[in-house]
Every structure is written in structure tokens, then in C-alpha cells.
């Protein structure tokens, strides 16, 4: 009895440690950029197939700047190392979180294109009214690319030669 007391005391404990660690996990990083709001105009609002391109874009720009956020602050570390200094276990994180992020990036951008094939077969609808409206939009959503490409310029110095040979695995991590 005892003995199942115990148990099922550390696996409670264990529960609430692991709960609370997640919750932190989940909290956006105090540097991240807030959100992208798109207030959808009055001029649109009665529009579904804008309604949804705004909404489903929104959506997509909120993911990939949270993912490129997350990205930095997983190979923070090593960004400002060359290439020669990383050792082969730092190589292979940071693959692996380009990887990850790469995987996650390319249904963002199935979405978005998605929606620019969209905007384009639309537009052509649009009252002269309606298109300025959604210029505007369109314009939040373009400063929204311009912020996130001026946070993270220093991630384009990034060079990991795709051809160069990985160096055998040390023993210890094999």
C-alpha cells in the first residue's frame, strides 16, 4: 500500500513539474514581435472569400514569424560562430532545427501561396473602394515581412556548406 502510495505521489509530482514546464515552453519569448492583428474593414466585411484570405493570412504571417522567432532562439547560440569553430554536435542541432523549421515553413507557404492565388482571382471583383481597403491590409501584411526580415538580417550570414563532409562521429556519441 505504501509502495503505491509512493508512486502514484512521484508520478503526481512529475505530472505537476512536467505541466509547469510546459506552460513556460509555451509562453512567447518577451522579444518576439506581438501578433499581427488585420482588422478586416467595413468596406470587406460582407466579402467571404476576402474575409478568409485576410483571416487565413494572418493566421500564416503569425506561424512563420513564431517559427522564425523559435528558430533564432534555438541556433542563437551559434550564429555568430563560424562555420569552422562549430563542433560536429552543434552542427547537427542546428541542422536539425533548420530542418524542423524548413518542414514547418514549407505548409506556411503552401498556405500563402495558396492565398495569392487567391488575392489574384479576386481582385479582379473588387470595387475601386474594397481594392483600396485591401491595399491596406495587404500593406500591414508587407510590414510585418519588412520587421521580421530587419530582426533577423544577421541570420542570412549564416553558411553551412551542404557538400562539406561531416566529420566522423566521435565514439562517445555513437
Known amino acids: 500500500m505504501k509502495k503505491l502510495l509512493h508512486i502514484t505521489l512521484a508520478l503526481s509530482i512529475a505530472a505537476l513539474l512536467g505541466a509547469c514546464s510546459t506552460s513556460q515552453n ?31 493570412t494572418t493566421e500564416a504571417l503569425n506561424e512563420l514569424s513564431i517559427n522564425l522567432e523559435d528558430l533564432f532562439v534555438k541556433i542563437e547560440p551559434y550564429v555568430h560562430k563560424d562555420e569552422s569553430e562549430l563542433s560536429t554536435m552543434e552542427k547537427l542541432k542546428m541542422s536539425k532545427h533548420v530542418l524542423a523549421f524548413t ?4 505548409k506556411v507557404g503552401a498556405r500563402m501561396a495558396t492565398m495569392k492565388q487567391t488575392y489574384h482571382m479576386m481582385s479582379d471583383d473588387l470595387t475601386e ?6 491595399d491596406v491590409i495587404n500593406e500591414t501584411f508587407e510590414k510585418r515581412i519588412r520587421e521580421l526580415d530587419k530582426k533577423y538580417e544577421n541570420l542570412d550570414n549564416i553558411h553551412m556548406d551542404p557538400d562539406e563532409e561531416m566529420p566522423e562521429p566521435d565514439s562517445a556519441m555513437v
Open 26 to 56: 509555451n509562453q512567447p519569448d518577451p522579444d518576439y514581435l506581438p501578433e499581427l492583428k488585420a482588422e478586416i474593414p467595413a468596406e470587406l466585411q460582407d466579402n467571404p472569400e476576402v474575409v478568409e484570405y485576410i483571416e487565413t
Open 103 to 106: 518542414a514547418q515553413m514549407a
Open 129 to 134: 473602394e474594397e481594392q483600396q481597403a485591401l
